[in-house]
């Protein structure tokens, strides 16, 4: 086992003295108090300082520890036992001399520190491009690991938009200045008698002027243009080298451009301005592989779109680690709004079966994400991930157009190129139309808030519903039984509303019309009346008016001359039998459903016999089990609740069943009712849980657009559009990226569905309510003009995301007793290390509980043996709301998600 060197172990030589100091001030920016120059030769040091020599002494004595002497001054360096002269000048106090820019290459960002609360050294911000071609590079820390290809996979479909409408023209620069790629892709008719060799050296010695030098290049360069497809697709190729012999004698690289006081970025500037000038819509740069000052200029340009190459093998993986970590330090530097746009893009090369199921490709993931984890936002991961599949075809390629024809068959082209090249495309039209009017984004924001503000289903509107499908499955189980199951959903899943749609429904028959279903025998379902016997104290309004009315018209339908029950009557008598338990629970309902149809009868084959006798049939519905049995997990309560869930296997047992029932039930109350065969429980009536996939949470969104009369959005389309065209509506709203268009910023759909979902998918409508509530509330108080093609910027967004957890926490806590009972004791015993991953008993969480909240999607355990005990996640809707941080390692949010769905939806 080898052992991180001491400093003093680590002196060989005076540069080793010199690396030292640079790390330890990153890189001079922090010398101190009194210090005011340190320089370092092959001779010695030399350190300006005014004050106490004393302070000196101690600095010196703290960096270098037993190798530093002050009698005289000096070092000790180990190579021969030599030593290194310290040479002392004081001087007068001044201010500190102003410092040269950090210039963008390897030597000097070695030496920052990309610790969270490190103000780095300052450097010049290169301007920002506002017109002409975009700006790709391809990075790879090893060679032969696909970099050429991948990026001539990008080049590809930038030349075959899917709604290519004009010209589309793009520059590709060689400028692997030791292993040239694309360069011997050419064929002598296409190879320009330019070179990016001779670039660097006209730009850097123009002979006339840069204006000049860059007209030459593009002149030259157009005359060897590739025509693709047409004469609307044209490439221009600058190569490396016009032969090998160049690269061996290249008086001038790249970082002697990046040396420029004045503009450190200028070698980005002149490939733009040469882009510019060929009238390309992108600039593709392929660099030199490693940690080369060949390449550093452009890598560390927030300018230009990053792509890192790099396959499962150790030594590249760890390469491109350090890449990204040097590429993280720097960027912590930018505004936030450069940040995010510098986010960079690592495609692992070369995938196959077999390599997916090594840990090498778990442990190169994860070694990556550290590198460059996310800076702010925790549902997005650090780096986009982009995976491109081994073909031996690829291996093969000759030229520039063999490898046209044979990259549109790659995985990378299938995956990711060909949605690139269309937000390029989509990103050039949206800023092309920045000149229409842009939409009223504040009164679409208030419009939508207010529907919003109904938030919870007792107190909406009902006059339209949106089906979903269990509710169209619940039409096709029963359009010709009569209906009898148990539909069970987390609070928040609409419940209550779906109950008070069935009771509008009046009978079977409207409801299958409803949910476009329709009965075999159309009068059978005419005479299936649907009777509400128990509902929510909670409904209010409208609400409250469609049970009362769907209650008196069963009644009189039936004519059997009773008197509606009221919910305080029925409240009552279950009290008196928790109390007294004088009746059997499965009698008791079957009083209670015969009083209320008004049946002289008792048992349910009695009132089965009476209604069958009278030709009529009844679907008895029930909801509201939370609001009268408050403590499911009380004995006596669950044996009420179990008779209750147990209700349509008594039914089914009739024969001639004239009734059935529905009974609206929350996952947690069953849990604790059904204590043998729950799994077989719910799976009996899995087709009807009130669960919401993908699909239905884009229908909500876009119905919720509907009823605030926004994006041109119509409460009938929301059940026929596709989730395509669902996905493009909805852009209007909240845009298409959580950026810009051609930003690598997550998708806005997927981005909110990933925040509302528990880690296996599963998400709560009444969550998707609550986000557009806040959302929408941001928006209005702090609009933000620069996003005028969308309702919502990602700032509202971002900032509504918190505000849903500590609601969903606030409202989970009463209504979930595990969770309830697990934050008061965490909270009882000051436990303030709350870090994801985490394990139960580092959070006081115990067995029980975490049994329970496992299945309530509360909390996620992740089986990966590599975690060790910490192996425990929450879903980013519970995490702000429990005051849980990510510090104690990656979010993995979206790759658990991902995991456990298969791929990301949308």
Not at 149 to 174: E, I, N, S
Not at 423 to 442: M, Q, S
Request: overall charge negative; aromatic content about 8%.
């Amino acid at each position: 086992m080898t052992y991180p060197l001491t400093v003093p172990e680590r002196l060989l030589t005076w540069l080793d003295v010199e690396r030292v100091l640079k790390q330890k001030t990153q890189l001079w920016s922090y010398l101190p108090e009194g210090v005011h120059s340190v320089d370092c030769y092959h001779d010695g040091m030399d350190i300006a300082y005014s004050g106490e020599e004393a302070g000196v002494k101690d600095w010196l004595q703290t960096v270098f520890g037993k190798a530093f002497f002050h009698a005289p001054w000096q070092l000790h360096l180990r190579a021969g036992d030599g030593v290194y002269p310290i040479r002392l000048e004081q001087v007068e106090a001044a201010p500190r001399p102003h410092r040269l820019p950090l210039y963008p290459l390897w030597r000097e960002v070695a030496y920052l520190d990309d610790a969270p609360d490190s103000t780095s050294a300052v450097f010049d911000l290169p301007h920002a491009f506002t017109d002409g071609p975009r700006m790709v590079s391809f990075h790879s820390f090893k060679g032969g690991v696909g970099r050429t290809t991948a990026l001539m996979t990008y080049v590809t479909a930038r030349l075959h938009p899917a709604d290519a409408q004009g010209p589309v023209k793009v520059l590709v620069v060689d400028a692997d200045l030791e292993a040239p790629g694309v360069t011997f892709w050419l064929d002598e008719k296409n190879r320009p008698q330019v070179s990016f060799v001779q670039f660097l050296e006209a730009m850097h010695y123009p002979p006339v002027s840069e204006e000049a030098s860059l007209n030459f290049f593009a002149e030259q360069l157009k005359k060897t243009s590739l025509n693709v497809d047409g004469s609307q697709r044209e490439l221009f190729v600058l190569p490396a080298a016009l032969d090998l012999a160049e690269i061996q004698d290249m008086p001038v690289q790249p970082g002697h451009l990046a040396r420029n006081p004045n503009n450190p970025w200028i070698l980005t500037d002149h490939l733009h301005a040469l882009g510019k000038r060929l009238g390309a819509d992108a600039v593709f740069i392929d660099l030199r592989a490693g940690l080369s000052e060949l390449a550093s200029p452009v890598i560390f340009d927030p300018r230009v779109e990053h792509y890192f190459v790099t396959t499962v093998a150790k030594q590249s993986v760890s390469g491109m680690c350090e890449v990204l970590r040097r590429l993280h330090a720097f960027h912590r530097a930018l505004p936030a709004p450069q940040r995010q746009a510098a986010k960079p893009s690592v495609v692992i090369s070369l995938l196959t079966t077999d390599l997916r199921r090594l840990p090498d490709f778990g442990l190169a993931k994860e070694c990556i994400e550290q590198a460059y984890p996310p800076v702010n936002d925790v549902l997005d991961e650090g780096v986009e991930w982009l995976e491109a599949e081994f073909s031996p075809s690829l291996m093969a390629i000759g030229s520039v157009r063999d490898a046209f024809d044979l990259l549109k068959k790659s995985s990378l082209y299938a995956s990711s190129a060909q949605e690139w090249a269309t937000t390029a495309a989509a990103a050039r039209k949206v800023v092309e139309n920045r000149t229409a009017p842009p939409i009223n984004r504040i009164d679409s924001a208030q419009a939508l808030l207010e529907v919003c503000k109904r938030e919870y289903a007792e107190h909406s509107a009902i006059d339209d519903w949106l089906v979903t499908e269990p509710l169209r499955n619940l039409g096709k189980h029963f359009a010709n039984d009569i209906p009898n199951a148990v539909l069970v959903g987390a609070k928040g899943a609409g419940k209550t509303f779906t109950y008070l749609q069935i009771c509008q429904s009046r009978n079977w028959s409207n409801y299958l019309q409803r949910v476009g279903e329709m009965a075999h025998d159309a009068a059978v379902a005419q005479q299936r009346i649907i009777f509400p016997v128990l509902w929510s104290g909670n409904v209010d309004g409208a609400a409250r008016a469609t049970v009362g009315n769907a209650k008196d018209a069963g009644i009189q339908q039936l004519g059997l001359g009773t008197q509606a029950l009221t919910l305080s009557e029925i409240q009552r008598q279950i009290e008196a039998n928790l109390d007294s338990e004088a009746r059997h629970w499965d009698d008791f309902w079957a009083d209670l459903i015969a009083a209320s149809l008004g049946c002289s009868g008792r048992g349910l084959q009695a009132i089965n016999e009476q209604l069958s006798a009278q030709g009529q049939s009844v679907v008895l519905v029930f909801d509201g089990v939370e609001d009268v049995f408050k403590k499911p997990s009380d004995a006596k309560q669950t044996k009420a609740i179990e008779s209750l869930l147990k209700l349509v296997n008594r039914l089914g047992e009739l024969p001639n069943q004239s009734v059935g029932a529905l009974v609206f039930v929350r996952i947690d109350y069953v849990q604790a009712a059904i204590k043998q065969n729950l799994g077989q429980f719910m799976s009996r009536f899995s087709a009807f849980a009130l669960t919401w996939n993908p699909e239905s949470f884009l229908r909500l969104a876009y119905w919720l657009c509907a009823k605030a009369g926004i994006v041109g959005a119509t409460v009938d389309r929301a059940q026929t559009l596709s989730v395509g065209e669902l996905i493009e509506k909805l852009i209007e709203l909240w845009g298409h990226k959580l950026g810009q268009t051609d930003s690598k910023e997550g998708h806005s759909a997927r981005w909110v569905y990933a925040a509302l979902c528990d880690l296996t998918g599963r998400f709560q409508a009444r969550d998707l309510v609550r986000f557009f509530r806040f959302a929408a509330e941001e928006e209005t108080k702090n609009p933000n003009a620069f996003w005028a093609e969308r309702i919502l910027s990602p700032e509202s967004m971002r900032k509504a995301i918190p505000r849903c957890s500590h609601e969903k926490v606030k409202e989970a806590t009463l209504e979930i007793q595990p969770l309830r009972s697990w934050s008061e004791r965490m909270d009882a015993e000051n436990i303030t290390e709350r870090s994801i991953p985490f394990s139960a008993s580092s959070v006081s969480l115990q067995a029980d509980e975490l049994t329970a909240l496992r299945e309530l999607g509360v909390v996620y355990e992740d089986l990966d043996p590599s975690l060790g005990e910490k192996r425990l996640f929450l879903p980013e809707i519970y995490r702000a709301g429990l005051r849980f941080d990510l510090s104690g390692g990656r979010p993995r949010i979206q790759a658990l998600l991902k995991k456990n769905l298969g791929k990301m939806p949308f």
